[in-house]
């Protein structure tokens, strides 16, 4: 009795002892923090961190510890210093609101931040709002969605990406945000790894930071045209590693992958049975070639989708899930937790608008990119021509630009644009947004012209 004693006295020395070096590398963290904010670095140090990866399983080998388990341990460590580190970034968002508290104070804004088409949703909605109380779409129901809804879907997606798409591979949700979100905090686990490539929407690393969840951030340039290389993404996969996060058409850049890096990437998933969560909600604004993640018929890839900028819906709330039926369980389990179901007339609605003829609304943005494309090329930015997507992500060459005072300093001119520095370590970046009639792109773009030579 006494022996067990002892060693529960030891073990709460141990795990003491542990609490008060936690609390010396949080104020080292924090430190650091102050330093890199000071001098401008990002939050993260993939270099660094991966040394000291090294070191770590170096030292399990050495003293006889179970690698998986320490480098989970280690996983959350990193995370808690990006959490101290992490100030308030600003990102597309928080100009947006911005924008709109000037606007309630009666400054005029040209909205080039957000990605919300100004179109508004196909006529047939209008007609499904007012019919849908007749029609009794009113109560609660399934989790993952109502069954002539997820059929409609399933019929849909199967005619338009050439696949073979059942209901039961269906969820749908308020948003393709919350696919996201149930599909990576159902899928992995608190000290899990998940590779995301950078230059990307914000959400994908702040779903995991909420979870726990290690982010391995691939870096990606314009001049390598915005693809990753495989040769990275292969030496950031380890044994904690569970899924890769992709996004084309992207956001913000508008890259497609060449067929051949896509597939690629695929290979490299299936051996090494990573979750490949494709967010292809731009799908409906390729102008290039674009094959959707489900041609690959991979069992552990989970697709979202969404009405938001398709049918110009981000009000409406809703979007959906593709994925085997054993992903979707999972994710109906979250779902049905946190919302019970989707609101039963919303969905109808959506149901309604697949029926609408939307390629209009390709044609309009596509116009839309073509005339920032122009006018970005005539104030000499450097920028790959989007392959799709509602974005043109541009680098600004003037010495010490910094994307966030620009984004601030816009405003005041009346111009809202997004700074590079929420999409990843892109501080001389501005994402540009065609979402916009062409004249208020080229007034916009005009402002923006007039703003940099004024600080030339
Ligand atoms: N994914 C990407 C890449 C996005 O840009 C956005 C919204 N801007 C979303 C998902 C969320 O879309 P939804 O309105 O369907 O939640």
């Given at each position: ?42 939050v993260t ?30 996983n959350f460590?990193l995370n808690e210093s990006v959490k101290v580190q992490s100030?308030n970034k600003?990102t597309?968002l ?81 948003g393709?945000r919350f696919s996201i979100f149930t599909a990576i905090t159902t899928l992995l686990n608190p000290g899990d790894e998940m590779?995301i490539?950078?230059?990307a929407w914000p959400a994908y690393k702040d779903c995991a930071l909420h979870s726990g969840i290690k982010v391995?951030t ?24 569970k899924m890769?996060v ?31 969560l ?53 994710m109906?389990?979250l779902e049905?937790l946190c ?118």
């Amino acid at each position: 009795m006494s022996d067990i004693n002892d060693l529960r006295n030891q073990m709460d020395e141990v795990t003491l002892e542990m609490i008060k070096l936690l609390k010396t590398r949080t104020d080292i963290a924090k430190e650091i923090g102050e330093i890199k904010k000071n001098i401008g670095k990002g939050v993260t140090d993939e270099l660094r961190e991966d040394n000291l990866r090294r070191k770590v399983i170096s030292l399990c080998i050495d003293i006889g510890l179970d690698e998986t388990i320490a480098t989970k341990f280690f996983n959350f460590l990193l995370n808690e210093s990006v959490k101290v580190q992490s100030t308030n970034k600003q990102t597309h968002l928080s100009i947006f609101l911005k924008a709109k508290s000037l606007e309630q104070k009666g400054k005029k804004i040209i909205h080039m931040e957000v990605g919300e088409p100004d179109f508004l949703p196909p006529s047939i909605v209008k007609n499904a709002l007012e019919e849908v109380f007749d029609k009794g779409f009113l109560k609660y129901g399934q989790a993952r969605g109502m069954p002539i809804f997820r059929e409609a879907l399933a019929r849909y997606v199967s005619k338009k990406f050439n696949s073979d798409v059942t209901q039961d591979n269906i969820i749908v949700s308020p948003g393709a945000r919350f696919s996201i979100f149930t599909a990576i905090t159902t899928l992995l686990n608190p000290g899990d790894e998940m590779i995301i490539i950078e230059p990307a929407w914000p959400a994908y690393k702040d779903c995991a930071l909420h979870s726990g969840i290690k982010v391995r951030t691939i870096n990606t340039t314009l001049e390598e045209k915005w693809e990753p290389s495989l040769e990275k993404i292969e030496n950031a996969i380890n044994s904690n590693t569970k899924m890769i996060v992709l996004n084309y058409p992207n956001n913000p850049t508008g890259k497609i992958l060449p067929e051949k890096l896509q597939d690629d990437i695929i290979n490299l998933a299936r051996k090494n049975d990573l979750y490949v969560l494709s967010d292809e909600i731009y799908s409906h604004y390729a102008k290039n070639n674009w094959k959707s993640i489900l041609s690959y018929n991979y069992k552990k890839s989970i697709i979202t989708q969404s009405f938001s900028k398709s049918h110009a819906m981000t009000g409406f709330r809703i979007g959906y899930g593709i994925a085997d039926t054993k992903i979707i369980e999972k994710m109906a389990k979250l779902e049905a937790l946190c919302l019970t179901n989707v609101s039963e007339p919303i969905q109808y609605i959506a149901m309604k608008a697949l029926e609408a003829d939307i390629s209009n609304n390709t044609n309009t943005v596509q116009d839309r990119l073509d005339v920032l494309t122009q006018k970005t090329k005539e104030m000499g930015l450097d920028f790959v021509i989007p392959d799709g997507a509602m974005y043109l992500f541009a680098r600004v060459n003037q010495k010490g630009f910094d994307g966030v005072e620009f984004a601030n300093s816009a405003l005041e001119k009346g111009l809202a644009i997004a700074p590079g520095d929420g999409f990843g370590n892109y501080k001389n970046f501005i994402r540009i947004s065609a979402c916009q009639d062409k004249k208020t792109l080229i007034e916009g773009m005009n402002i923006l012209n007039d703003i940099m030579s004024e600080n030339q």
